[in-house]
């Protein structure tokens, strides 16, 4: 980022600063599939949206998640399972520098729970020195000063299959062990309850299934930065993720660091999606009653291999608005706009331009002369009669009138779409909760002229791992058989159009990061492009986990996968099935699945 775009940024956190004196702020929930759907249940189960969150902007405050907790206990109009309850004391010691003291329900005593039986309650008038509370190693809280210290870790061992199979002429040695290792730490806390911070460091190594390992080669490790190659196919890297955060007015909340911000309320996101490596960002969120407006600035990375300047990879930034809107307790739509953009061929830096909060990015691209990358869209969700929660995304990329209604498959009908739908619990039985999801990408959507101007940060797409030029079909289903035991299964099938291997820049608008300059034009020119165009490559993925919880967010995970690609492409074509046994503490479970 240049010298220009940093002064103002201290500018406006100073001034900002000065003037946040009066507003408590809290810290965020990382990102977590498992945990961010025992808040989605409980609000579905409540049949109206919660006061201090839009569920379509992520991360969610911990404060607002105990304030949705405090709301349900104060009506108690619910219908709440045994299990039900348990997730109110679990989310509510979790974060419970917020709960006032009033941690566990009358029902339960999550507490002895959550420590296994390991501790004992010390003498009267005495604390320990650690693990005060569950959810902390060590912890302090007081009117000046909340911290919060966690160990973090994840250990697996497994095999995988497609190791150590021939292909062709070429033999593969690699041993079928697969096996990984996660260790950090993560503090959060706040400063005189004004300023909140949150860091994050994990040090990784491992061999990974074939189909990660496989990703790695040709983009970086999924959802990670630049990953090390290491004997056997093994992978490490490092993980790091952080923030400050204050409140200068009671509704606006500015958050600074390098972390993911995600728009949507499905399993995926075709907006903006923690697909890819953390970024730099500078955020500001406005919540006035019914409405949630965010602004959204980033610098992220072109990895692309030609983006390398003094031997530094070069930079690329978007700037991004979404606002949300209640219309009413059960039915919220929200509006997108974001624009990706890069200065290196006229000297590099911010474009000013973009820092407007609420100007109409289109005006602006117009106004510069630009070719930056423009997309738009919305999001929606609708809960259902406390049973369930509909949810849909369009976002357009690009289009020509003339050719968008027609029927003519023009090149330039680029957008994505996604219908969904949860199910809580189905059929009526209790904890039993059914996801369904349909993602269809048109080719070369989120594509552009070269990687400074594509939805991509460091090699990964922003939105949906596979890209484009694809329609996906994706079932899970969850199910919390006893407080400790819970069962997840996700069944995916894509077909998606590929590239050649014998021609790199050939595309078919499967790949993002290839320039859409490089598109196929055998199809009457430039028309009857069709998703799926290409080769063939047709996805099957199953994966089946169960899950006990130790203590809290201590877990032993079980997982088997199996994973298949047909193609006539032998490149393409896979398959492998994987199992694994892993302890995690601390640490969410690493999804992969694509």
Same mark, same amino acid.
């Given at each position: 980022?240049?010298?220009?775009?940093?002064?103002?940024?201290?500018?406006?956190?100073?001034?900002?600063?000065?003037?946040?004196?009066?507003?408590?702020?809290?810290?965020?929930?990382?990102?977590?599939?498992d945990?961010?759907?025992?808040?989605d249940?409980?609000?579905i189960?409540?049949?109206?949206?919660?006061?201090?969150?839009?569920s379509?902007?992520k991360?969610?405050?911990?404060?607002?998640?105990?304030?949705?907790?405090?709301?349900?206990?104060?009506?108690?109009?619910?219908?709440?399972?045994?299990?039900?309850?348990?997730?109110?004391?679990?989310?509510?010691?979790?974060?419970?520098e917020?709960t006032?003291?009033?941690?566990?329900?009358?029902?339960l005593?999550?507490?002895?729970?959550?420590?296994?039986?390991?501790?004992?309650?010390?003498?009267p008038?005495?604390?320990?020195?650690?693990?005060?509370?569950?959810?902390?190693l060590?912890?302090?809280?007081?009117?000046?000063?909340? @911290?919060h210290? #966690?160990?973090?870790?994840?250990? %697996?061992?497994?095999? $995988?299959?497609?190791y !150590?199979?021939?292909?062709? =002429?070429?033999?593969?040695?690699?041993?079928?062990?697969?096996?990984?290792?996660?260790?950090?730490?993560?503090?959060?806390?706040?400063?005189n309850?004004?300023?909140?911070?949150?860091?994050?460091?994990?040090?990784?190594?491992?061999?990974?299934?074939?189909?990660?390992?496989?990703?790695?080669?040709?983009?970086?490790?999924?959802?990670?930065?630049?990953?090390?190659v290491?004997?056997?196919?093994?992978?490490?890297?490092?993980?790091?993720?952080?923030?400050?955060?204050?409140?200068?007015?009671?509704?606006?909340?500015?958050?600074?660091?390098?972390?993911?911000?995600?728009?949507?309320?499905?399993?995926r996101?075709?907006? @903006?999606?923690? #697909?890819s490596?953390?970024?730099? %960002?500078?955020?500001? $969120?406005?919540?006035? !009653?019914?409405?949630h407006? =965010?602004?959204?600035?980033?610098?992220?990375?072109?990895?692309?291999?030609?983006a390398?300047?003094?031997?530094?990879?070069?930079?690329?930034?978007a700037?991004?608005?979404?606002?949300?809107?209640?219309?009413?307790d059960r039915?919220?739509i929200?509006?997108?706009?974001?624009?990706?953009?890069?200065?290196?061929?006229v000297?590099?830096?911010?474009?000013?331009?973009?820092?407007?909060?609420?100007?109409?990015?289109?005006?602006?691209?117009?106004?510069?002369?630009?070719?930056?990358?423009?997309?738009?869209?919305?999001?929606?969700?609708?809960?259902?009669?406390?049973?369930?929660?509909?949810?849909?995304?369009?976002?357009?990329?690009?289009?020509?009138?003339?050719?968008?209604?027609?029927?003519?498959?023009?090149?330039?009908?680029?957008?994505s779409?996604?219908?969904?739908?949860?199910?809580?619990?189905?059929?009526?039985?209790?904890?039993?909760?059914?996801?369904a999801?349909?993602?269809?990408?048109?080719?070369?959507?989120?594509?552009?002229?070269?990687g400074?101007?594509?939805?991509?940060?460091?090699?990964?797409?922003?939105?949906?791992?596979l890209?484009?030029?694809?329609?996906?079909?994706?079932?899970?289903?969850?199910?919390?058989?006893?407080?400790?035991?819970?069962?997840y299964?996700?069944?995916?099938?894509?077909?998606?159009?590929?590239?050649p291997?014998?021609?790199?820049?050939?595309?078919?608008?499967?790949?993002?990061?290839?320039?859409?300059?490089?598109?196929?034009?055998?199809?009457?020119?430039?028309?009857?492009?069709?998703?799926?165009?290409?080769?063939?490559?047709?996805?099957?993925?199953?994966?089946?986990?169960?899950?006990y919880?130790?203590?809290?967010?201590?877990?032993?995970?079980?997982?088997?996968?199996?994973?298949r690609?047909?193609?006539?492409?032998?490149?393409?074509?896979?398959?492998s099935?994987v199992?694994?046994?892993?302890?995690?503490?601390?640490?969410?479970?690493?999804?992969?699945?694509?």
């Amino acid at each position: 980022m240049d010298q220009g775009i940093i002064r103002l940024f201290k500018i406006l956190i100073l001034s900002l600063l000065s003037l946040s004196y009066v507003h408590a702020q809290s810290s965020f929930v990382p990102f977590n599939d498992d945990y961010y759907h025992l808040i989605d249940r409980l609000e579905i189960k409540r049949g109206k949206f919660t006061e201090g969150f839009h569920s379509n902007v992520k991360p969610f405050e911990r404060k607002a998640v105990v304030a949705l907790t405090d709301s349900i206990l104060k009506e108690g109009t619910i219908n709440l399972t045994d299990r039900d309850w348990e997730t109110i004391d679990y989310l509510r010691e979790d974060s419970w520098e917020w709960t006032r003291g009033m941690i566990a329900t009358d029902s339960l005593k999550y507490d002895k729970m959550a420590r296994l039986g390991l501790f004992k309650d010390p003498p009267p008038g005495k604390k320990r020195k650690f693990f005060n509370h569950p959810a902390d190693l060590y912890s302090i809280h007081n009117e000046d000063f909340d @911290l919060h210290f #966690n160990f973090t870790t994840t250990n %697996f061992i497994g095999g $995988d299959n497609s190791y !150590g199979l021939n292909f062709g =002429t070429r033999i593969d040695s690699t041993p079928s062990q697969i096996w990984g290792t996660s260790r950090g730490v993560e503090i959060r806390g706040m400063i005189n309850e004004k300023l909140g911070f949150y860091t994050y460091v994990t040090d990784s190594q491992g061999r990974y299934p074939r189909y990660v390992d496989d990703f790695k080669q040709k983009f970086s490790f999924p959802g990670e930065g630049l990953a090390k190659v290491t004997r056997n196919r093994g992978t490490d890297f490092l993980t790091a993720r952080g923030y400050i955060t204050f409140r200068p007015l009671k509704s606006i909340n500015v958050k600074f660091g390098h972390d993911h911000n995600v728009f949507g309320s499905g399993y995926r996101s075709l907006i @903006l999606s923690d #697909n890819s490596s953390p970024y730099l %960002f500078l955020r500001l $969120d406005t919540q006035l !009653g019914k409405f949630h407006y =965010t602004n959204l600035y980033t610098s992220m990375v072109n990895a692309s291999k030609d983006a390398f300047t003094d031997f530094l990879r070069s930079k690329k930034f978007a700037a991004i608005h979404h606002l949300s809107v209640n219309l009413t307790d059960r039915i919220n739509i929200g509006v997108f706009e974001a624009e990706v953009f890069n200065r290196d061929s006229v000297g590099g830096g911010y474009d000013l331009n973009y820092l407007n909060p609420i100007i109409f990015y289109r005006y602006v691209e117009s106004y510069l002369g630009s070719q930056d990358n423009a997309l738009l869209g919305f999001d929606f969700r609708w809960l259902v009669a406390n049973k369930a929660s509909i949810y849909s995304q369009f976002v357009l990329d690009e289009f020509l009138t003339k050719y968008l209604f027609n029927g003519s498959g023009s090149w330039t009908n680029k957008y994505s779409f996604q219908l969904g739908g949860k199910y809580v619990d189905a059929f009526g039985v209790p904890n039993l909760d059914l996801q369904a999801e349909y993602n269809v990408v048109r080719p070369y959507t989120y594509s552009h002229k070269d990687g400074g101007r594509n939805y991509v940060h460091y090699g990964q797409s922003l939105t949906h791992p596979l890209g484009a030029n694809f329609r996906e079909y994706l079932g899970i289903i969850r199910y919390k058989a006893t407080s400790r035991l819970s069962f997840y299964g996700t069944i995916m099938m894509a077909n998606q159009g590929r590239d050649p291997s014998n021609n790199e820049n050939m595309s078919f608008g499967g790949d993002i990061t290839k320039s859409y300059e490089n598109r196929n034009v055998d199809r009457d020119g430039e028309l009857n492009q069709k998703i799926g165009q290409g080769i063939k490559a047709s996805t099957a993925y199953t994966d089946l986990r169960a899950s006990y919880s130790l203590a809290h967010n201590l877990f032993i995970d079980g997982r088997f996968l199996k994973r298949r690609i047909n193609s006539p492409d032998e490149s393409i074509a896979a398959k492998s099935t994987v199992w694994s046994l892993a302890l995690r503490y601390n640490m969410a479970f690493r999804q992969q699945a694509y």
